[in-house]
């Protein structure tokens, strides 16, 4: 009886002086559950957290976010939030608000994080090239102006970090992959592959970080780099999977998802057709191609992958499909709300997250039983980000 | 070469072929509620590739001084039948002639609300 009560005083102490820790920091709290969704005409991100399902915050003043996207920093505190108007914000996602922010470039798409998270780097349209920062001030540390073979300045798309320290991205309008190499900040190395195919639209790397990838607009087929092996240089797979058919309008381009590989396969969306393509991983073949109700946008493998979940393109974005990975066909489709334009699983893969933008809604499923667990307000949502992508390469 | 596919359509349509896909809700005042959804359509699904704020992205810019010096007629026949060789879709499946013509008069009056 005694001694219970001297083990009663003995925790009462540090209870008080965490307490009094908690009152002074009143979010003492881990990152490891929280989402951010991009508002993306508001201009501003929803913090939201996965174990009660629940809006932590909002964080305004991030300008356009048409294509908003945004990659975190390697302790998860912070987000690097990447806007069409080429604006690069630093979101702090504990404190909520903005830690810093400027308008590196007039018109960019996306970016990356390096491996060693000291290097944001951000792929710009106008004008066309890649502009690398320090991830701590967002001070610029190096430039380099996409001009093609043409001569002239191309877009960037589909730039990734990559395993080797460096960076992958696409030139759209000249049609070629670069990589980048910044261990010379002064003077970053660049090895570029040339004649790659017409309008690649968007690239992205393998979970591994081995296989970097880029998907063509302008004919049927998919470009592969192998980073184990840049030697040997780009090659053509899938090369006319549209078996001469005339493809159907295109009215959202889709997006290839770094985690669309599922053991020997990986996914990809089939553009300006209603079918997901799967290929072996070792041998490049075309093994299924799996039909869709509508043309897939992001092909998103569940963690577990069993299962891969699809957004689809207008007209047909108020519906999931679900795939099968094991018999490599359809599995149900889903119609969890009105103009579903991204989707992210939890971790482990027990929720699925989804943005639906004519509902101002981003709508939280059960994956196992497809119900609804949670449906939270959000002002014209669209990309949604798990803080589990600060430890994912390409992501 | 996509001016010249665009050329080749803006004749096809005055010599009147493939007139009547064009031809619903031609020159019917558009009901309030509808150029609601256009405007939404507008915003959303064209600036998924011309930017929210219509200042480029994929696709250039849909600004009043990018389109001041295009013939409208012409960019009608963009909405609706497409630019051969680039990402730009017809949407006559979506939109009738009025409704492209719409839109196409708020752009480069730069009205978007």
Redesign the interface.
Known sequence: MKRRTAIGLGVAAPLLASRRARAACPELRGTGDLVVVVE??RGSVLIAETTGRTVLGRVEGLG????GSLVFSRDARFAFVFG??GGLSKVDLLERRLVGRILQA??A?GGAISQDGRLVAVAN??PGGVRLFDSATLGPLAEVAAVGSDGKRS?V?GLVDTAEGGFAFTL?DSGEIWLLDPSDLSAPRITRFAGIGS?P?DANVTPDGRFYLAGL??EDGIVLLDLWHVEAGPRRILDGYGRGEAPL?????PHLEGRGAAGEHLLLPAVGRHEVLVVDKRSWQEVARIPTPGQPVFVVVRPDGREAWVSLA??HNGKVAILDLERLEPAGTLSPGR?ILHLEFTPRGEQVWLSA??DDRVVVLDTRRREVLASLPAD?PSGIFSTARAHRIGS | MPERAAAALLFLLLAGIGRPEVERGAGVELAPARKGELV?LL???C???H???M????GPPLLPETLRDKDPEGLVVTVLY?RP?T?M???K??LAEAEARFLVELLVEGRVP
């Open positions: 993306r005409a356009d976010l048409s294509h069409r108007d007039g018109n798409i349209y106008e877009k798309v759209y309008l639209y607009f302008g309008p295109v009215y959202k381009m207008h007209p103009a933008r004519d014209k | 939404h915003r959303h699904d600036g998924s590739c930017g929210l704020t200042k480029g992205g994929l497409g060789g990402p879709p017809p949407w499946h979506e």
